[in-house]
């Protein structure tokens, strides 16, 4: 492993035209860039593709990197594979998603942390779709527009590559026992939850309310909904590992 002195004497080289200190830097964090790549294996690409992206991130890191900075160049570089890979996968998935909706999303995102930031809670979708001059229905759109798909071929346990994938979980529609065991066990795990995210629940997915409805129905905000909604399911998939 590399000196942090020994790295930015190395960078300085490789900014300069130095081909063997560009060599030496990326041989020397390679266990840094695979690590990252682990964190979008199951995606879709082959790991060596992945591997490549990241040392392409990994190359912009050493092109842009200055000192006065003041992080250490790892640190700095981190964000900057990550990236790489991230914006490979968002723009050559398998279901393409438009720049501008893209754009959008991450304008978004970016009020949203701010408003945070600022007040110390989260804006609801009426306040996030009048600063953006939308409807709510189309804030949702880009929302929702914007997350990763997933495929039935994926783990459900990414850390294990033998485990269990999505389409082993699909319940066969013409076998009626699998259908009466489900629904027990369903009843079995909403039952347990307590009464106020039971109540989510079963407005949810139960009596088709939509997020907006529940919001009002709960007397909260429809981001805290979103938010409460993710976690109750994680909550229920994790008791159904068990």
């Given at each position: 492993m590399l000196l942090e002195q020994e790295t930015l004497s190395l960078i300085q080289r490789a900014k300069n035209g130095d081909s063997d200190a560009k060599d030496?830097?990326?041989?020397?964090?390679?266990?840094?860039?695979?690590?990252?790549?682990?964190?979008y294996k199951n995606k879709g690409v082959?790991?060596?593709?992945?591997?490549?992206?990241?040392?392409?991130g990994f190359v912009k890191a050493i092109n842009n990197f200055d000192e006065s900075y003041n992080v250490?160049?790892?640190?700095?570089?981190?964000?900057?594979?990550?990236?790489?890979?991230?914006?490979?996968?968002?723009?050559?998935g398998s279901i393409k998603v438009s720049r501008s909706i893209k754009n959008q999303?991450?304008?978004?995102?970016?009020?949203?942390?701010?408003y945070h930031s600022k007040n110390n809670c989260y804006p609801d979708y009426k306040q996030i779709a009048n600063q953006f001059k939308i409807d709510e229905a189309e804030l949702m759109f880009i929302i929702e527009s914007s997350?990763?798909?997933?495929?039935?071929?994926?783990?459900?346990?990414?850390e294990k590559s033998s485990a269990t994938?999505?389409?082993?979980?699909?319940?066969?529609?013409?076998?009626?026992?699998?259908?009466?065991?489900?629904?027990?066990?369903?009843?079995?795990?909403?039952?347990?939850?307590?009464?106020?995210?039971?109540?989510?629940?079963?407005?949810?997915?139960?009596k088709d309310k939509t997020q907006s409805e529940?919001?009002?129905?709960?007397?909260?905000?429809?981001?805290?909904?979103s938010r409460l909604e993710?976690?109750?399911?994680?909550?229920?998939?994790?008791?159904?590992?068990?």
């Amino acid at each position: 492993m590399l000196l942090e002195q020994e790295t930015l004497s190395l960078i300085q080289r490789a900014k300069n035209g130095d081909s063997d200190a560009k060599d030496l830097l990326i041989l020397n964090n390679s266990p840094l860039v695979k690590s990252i790549v682990k964190r979008y294996k199951n995606k879709g690409v082959e790991y060596d593709d992945l591997y490549q992206l990241g040392c392409v991130g990994f190359v912009k890191a050493i092109n842009n990197f200055d000192e006065s900075y003041n992080v250490k160049f790892s640190t700095y570089a981190v964000p900057m594979i990550a990236g790489e890979i991230k914006r490979f996968l968002r723009d050559d998935g398998s279901i393409k998603v438009s720049r501008s909706i893209k754009n959008q999303y991450y304008l978004i995102q970016k009020f949203i942390d701010d408003y945070h930031s600022k007040n110390n809670c989260y804006p609801d979708y009426k306040q996030i779709a009048n600063q953006f001059k939308i409807d709510e229905a189309e804030l949702m759109f880009i929302i929702e527009s914007s997350k990763m798909p997933v495929s039935i071929y994926d783990s459900l346990d990414r850390e294990k590559s033998s485990a269990t994938s999505v389409i082993d979980k699909i319940p066969d529609p013409h076998n009626t026992e699998n259908e009466f065991v489900n629904k027990m066990l369903i009843k079995d795990l909403v039952n347990s939850l307590d009464s106020k995210d039971k109540k989510l629940i079963i407005l949810r997915f139960f009596k088709d309310k939509t997020q907006s409805e529940v919001a009002k129905l709960l007397n909260v905000s429809q981001v805290q909904v979103s938010r409460l909604e993710t976690k109750i399911l994680n909550k229920l998939k994790n008791k159904l590992k068990e």
